[in-house]
């Protein structure tokens, strides 16, 4: 690779990873404007109370949290100030880019519901260990606590500009690292090199890829998408917990704030911890997931993480290559959060005076807290209501996607490839059984006809994965009917 393409490559993954961070600091942003103004005494006190329960009521409070590991950076800010326990400060780190109320859905749909339970359960079990490792550090200091409201005027102003205040030289500095750790980092990957590594089972790739994921960044929707891949497209399906759980939350930005925030001493035990807690879900989710007879192909889904192909080799030119590569996943929510992050920088200083009083009972923002709480449960609602949109996806998605798997698993079944066949028609199994559902949540009535293919088809799928588990081998008459006739019969538009 010559100079030019160099730094059109870190040009590019690095311009990728701060636009795909954007919609997520943007939410980071308000959260801890909202912290600051009226929420964060209910929150200290809530994940503060010095007993274990705090761990999994910080973790609970992640999940809620709309952030990746950029966007968690003006919370994390907040939280510390405000002399929250340190324990449940590095869960909410460490959980809060993993779960978040638009990708969990997506997740459980692409580890499936046991894997994705095992996930989440790892990813309690690691943040709880790191986050008590880390109160071996002494106390920071803080104000304890800043639940004060203006005397007068908007409290939705005051929210705004303390959301514009919570991004300080420091969270940039922070999130600067993490893209630019993200476009360094892609220079030493070659074209879908990490695609190559998953499915050849070795300890030096697995070292590899895990220090990969240390250092560069990636949002909750890669993630997300990710887990199933290395689950069920891998021969180290326990990476999960090394490049998707820990790897969602920890970039070279966080890796330098931890060490300047906490002194290399206390950021030694919590990365010690990170690794010791991250032995046992590794070796459970290996002895779950490892199939070792199953042949498998290379992944592409971890392509964007290192250098792309002809980048530069476009027929209408370099900079239309360049164009085509920066776009395919940013989209216009990128641009529309990049203007409101400006948008609140600017009302950074809008003149709106500070009471120097403690929140009362009659003040502003103590009223407004108490209101806040009946805001719990359409949030938890909403939550659910769209884990279950974002596990379904649309039919015509399940669609494609089951036709895809009916040509693999044909091949496979005329390769004599039991194990793969196996796979493969349990995955067209379930695909078809979220057919109906996902119609429905999108208000779309299938007709009698359409009812009538699915049917069929669950019918000669179930058939075929009876003889596929009573037969130790692959015969031809386990593939006939042919599965993909079957299926490509389905017409959910």
Same mark, same amino acid.
Request: glycine fraction near 8%; charge should be positive; proline fraction near 5%.
């Given at each position: 690779?010559?100079?030019?393409e160099?730094?059109?490559?870190?040009?590019l993954?690095?311009?990728?990873?701060?636009?795909?961070?954007?919609?997520?600091?943007?939410?980071?942003?308000?959260?801890?404007?909202v912290?600051?103004?009226?929420?964060?005494?209910?929150?200290?006190?809530?994940?503060?109370?010095?007993?274990?329960?705090?761990?999994?009521k910080?973790?609970?409070?992640? =999940?809620?949290?709309?952030?990746?590991?950029?966007?968690?950076?003006?919370?994390?800010?907040?939280?510390?100030?405000?002399r929250?326990?340190?324990?449940?400060?590095?869960?909410?780190?460490?959980?809060?880019?993993?779960?978040?109320?638009?990708?969990?859905?997506?997740?459980?749909?692409?580890?499936?519901?046991?894997?994705?339970?095992?996930?989440?359960?790892?990813?309690?079990?690691?943040?709880?260990?790191v986050?008590?490792?880390?109160?071996?550090?002494? +106390?920071?200091?803080?104000?304890?606590?800043?639940?004060?409201?203006?005397?007068?005027?908007?409290?939705?102003?005051y929210?705004?500009?303390?959301?514009?205040?919570?991004?300080t030289?420091?969270? +940039?500095?922070?999130?600067?690292?993490?893209?630019? @750790?993200?476009? +360094?980092?892609?220079?030493?990957?070659?074209?879908?090199?990490?695609?190559?590594? /998953?499915?050849?089972?070795?300890?030096?790739? +697995?070292?590899?890829l895990?220090?990969?994921?240390?250092?560069?960044?990636t949002?909750?929707?890669?993630?997300?998408?990710?887990?199933?891949?290395v689950?069920?497209?891998?021969?180290?399906?326990?990476?999960?917990?090394?490049?998707?759980?820990? @790897?969602s939350?920890?970039?070279?930005?966080? /890796?330098? =704030?931890?060490?300047?925030?906490?002194?290399?001493?206390?950021?030694?035990?919590?990365?010690?911890?990170?690794?010791?807690s =991250?032995?046992g879900?590794?070796?459970?989710?290996d002895?779950?997931?490892?199939?070792?007879?199953?042949?498998?192909?290379?992944?592409?889904?971890?392509?964007d993480? @290192?250098?792309?192909?002809?980048?530069?080799?476009?027929?209408?030119?370099?900079?239309?290559?360049?164009?085509?590569?920066?776009?395919?996943?940013?989209?216009?929510?990128?641009?529309?959060?990049?203007?409101?992050?400006?948008?609140?920088?600017?009302?950074?200083?809008?003149?709106?005076?500070?009471?120097?009083?403690?929140?009362?009972?009659?003040?502003?923002?103590?009223?407004?807290?108490?209101?806040?709480?009946w805001?719990?449960?359409?949030?938890?609602?909403?939550?659910?209501?769209?884990?279950?949109?974002?596990?379904?996806?649309?039919?015509?998605?399940?669609?494609?996607?089951?036709?895809?798997?009916?040509?693999?698993?044909e091949?496979?079944?005329?390769?004599?490839?039991?194990?793969?066949?196996?796979?493969?028609?349990?995955?067209?199994?379930?695909?078809?059984?979220?057919?109906?559902?996902?119609?429905?949540?999108?208000?779309?009535?299938?007709?009698?006809?359409?009812?009538?293919?699915?049917?069929?088809?669950?019918?000669?799928v179930?058939?075929?994965?009876?003889?596929l588990?009573?037969?130790?081998?692959?015969?031809?008459?386990?593939?006939?009917?042919?599965?993909?006739?079957?299926v490509?019969?389905?017409?959910?538009?």
């Amino acid at each position: 690779m010559d100079l030019i393409e160099l730094v059109s490559v870190f040009v590019l993954r690095t311009g990728q990873a701060a636009a795909l961070a954007m919609p997520t600091l943007l939410a980071g942003m308000l959260t801890a404007g909202v912290l600051r103004a009226v929420g964060g005494n209910a929150v200290r006190s809530w994940v503060s109370r010095g007993t274990w329960a705090d761990l999994p009521k910080a973790f609970v409070f992640a =999940a809620f949290l709309p952030v990746c590991a950029i966007g968690v950076l003006p919370v994390l800010v907040v939280l510390l100030t405000m002399r929250v326990r340190r324990a449940s400060i590095v869960v909410v780190a460490l959980a809060s880019p993993l779960v978040t109320p638009w990708t969990l859905g997506y997740m459980a749909d692409s580890a499936g519901l046991a894997g994705v339970s095992i996930i989440l359960g790892s990813s309690v079990v690691i943040a709880a260990l790191v986050g008590l490792a880390f109160e071996r550090v002494r +106390a920071i200091r803080g104000d304890g606590g800043f639940d004060t409201a203006p005397p007068s005027g908007s409290i939705l102003l005051y929210v705004i500009r303390e959301a514009g205040r919570s991004l300080t030289r420091g969270v +940039a500095t922070v999130a600067m690292l993490g893209v630019l @750790g993200a476009g +360094a980092v892609s220079l030493l990957i070659p074209p879908n090199a990490m695609g190559d590594w /998953l499915v050849e089972r070795s300890p030096l790739h +697995a070292a590899m890829l895990s220090g990969i994921a240390l250092v560069t960044y990636t949002s909750p929707e890669r993630a997300a998408m990710q887990a199933g891949q290395v689950l069920f497209a891998s021969t180290m399906p326990a990476l999960v917990i090394s490049m998707i759980v820990i @790897g969602s939350a920890v970039h070279l930005g966080t /890796l330098v =704030a931890a060490v300047l925030t906490f002194g290399k001493r206390s950021a030694l035990y919590g990365f010690v911890a990170l690794v010791v807690s =991250a032995v046992g879900p590794a070796l459970l989710i290996d002895g779950v997931y490892h199939r070792p007879g199953v042949e498998l192909e290379d992944t592409h889904a971890f392509e964007d993480y @290192g250098r792309p192909f002809h980048l530069l080799d476009h027929p209408e030119g370099p900079l239309a290559g360049f164009i085509q590569r920066f776009t395919r996943p940013v989209g216009l929510p990128s641009v529309a959060a990049a203007l409101g992050v400006v948008a609140l920088l600017a009302c950074r200083t809008l003149p709106i005076r500070n009471t120097s009083e403690k929140t009362t009972a009659d003040s502003p923002a103590h009223r407004v807290a108490m209101k806040g709480r009946w805001v719990v449960v359409p949030t938890v609602t909403a939550t659910l209501a769209l884990t279950a949109y974002t596990y379904y996806p649309s039919p015509n998605n399940i669609k494609s996607e089951i036709r895809r798997l009916a040509a693999e698993y044909e091949l496979s079944a005329r390769k004599g490839d039991r194990d793969t066949a196996l796979i493969l028609i349990n995955q067209i199994d379930r695909r078809l059984n979220q057919i109906t559902i996902a119609s429905a949540l999108r208000a779309r009535r299938l007709s009698s006809d359409q009812r009538s293919n699915i049917s069929r088809a669950q019918h000669h799928v179930r058939k075929t994965i009876d003889e596929l588990i009573n037969h130790s081998t692959l015969t031809s008459s386990d593939a006939s009917p042919a599965t993909y006739a079957v299926v490509k019969k389905i017409d959910v538009e």
